[in-house]
T-cell receptor, first 117, second 110 residues
């Protein structure tokens, strides 16, 4: 069974640029969630995708957008990068996705470290 | 508004003794609670979870206790081992969105 993978591992961008981060979910999982972890903080929920549809969003501006593909892999896109976007971006996959409460465990990938200069 | 709080940024425990990590939450809608362990340069690794309908869940050396009336949960690790040294995050789930605490760095002293 393949775990959650993310690419790239590290990325350096400049302010105003755009970035795309990628995630492959664990085998059999149809739900992908994205989190941003700033230094010294816990991960913050960005959004979740279930069967290619956005299934919940945290307190992030619209320049953070996502996509899920038919094979349940996912992308996180960030436009007009700002210095504060520098963080570890984590992807997690799970079995569930039904909106309305769930006890499905989310399994995390290793993350992509984004540095914005 | 910090809905999940881990008030101890760090904890040091002697090898072989019990480690107790604590977490408090404010949102009554949380129905599932998890503990994750994180090593540097890695993603969080799932450790153990508990549903809001239970008050205890045990898995090997790890036990999670939930006190709903106090909105408090704790993770007990016994006996503590050097490999347990890591940052531990408490997370709470409502509608599948996980809300994390800020983490507790656990150091096991040989």
């Amino acid at each position: 069974e393949t775990g959650v993978t993310q690419s790239p591992t590290h990325l350096i961008k400049t302010r105003g640029q755009q970035v795309t981060l990628r995630c492959s979910s664990q085998s059999g999982h149809n739900t992908v969630s994205w989190y941003q972890q700033a230094l010294g903080q816990g991960p913050q929920f960005i959004f979740q995708y279930y069967r290619e549809e956005e299934n919940g969003r945290g307190n992030f501006p619209p320049r953070f957008s996502g996509l899920q593909f038919p094979n349940y892999s996912s992308e996180l896109n960030v436009n007009a990068l700002e210095l504060d976007d520098s963080a570890l971006y984590l992807c997690a996959s799970s079995l569930g996705g039904s909106y309305g409460g769930s006890t499905d465990t989310q399994y995390f990938g290793p993350g992509t470290r984004l540095t914005v200069l | 508004d910090q809905q999940v709080k881990q008030n101890s940024p760090s904890l040091s425990v002697q090898e072989g003794r019990i480690s107790i990590l604590n977490c408090d939450y404010t949102n009554s809608m949380f129905d599932y609670f998890l503990w994750y362990k994180k090593y540097p340069a890695e993603g969080p690794t799932f450790l153990i979870s508990i549903s809001s309908i239970k008050d205890k869940n045990e898995d090997g050396r790890f036990t999670v206790f939930l006190n709903k009336s106090a909105k408090h949960l704790s993770l007990h690790i016994v006996p503590s081992q050097p490999g347990d040294s890591a940052v531990y995050f408490c997370a709470a789930s409502a509608i599948e969105k996980l809300t994390f605490g800020t983490g507790t760095r656990l150091t096991i002293i040989p």
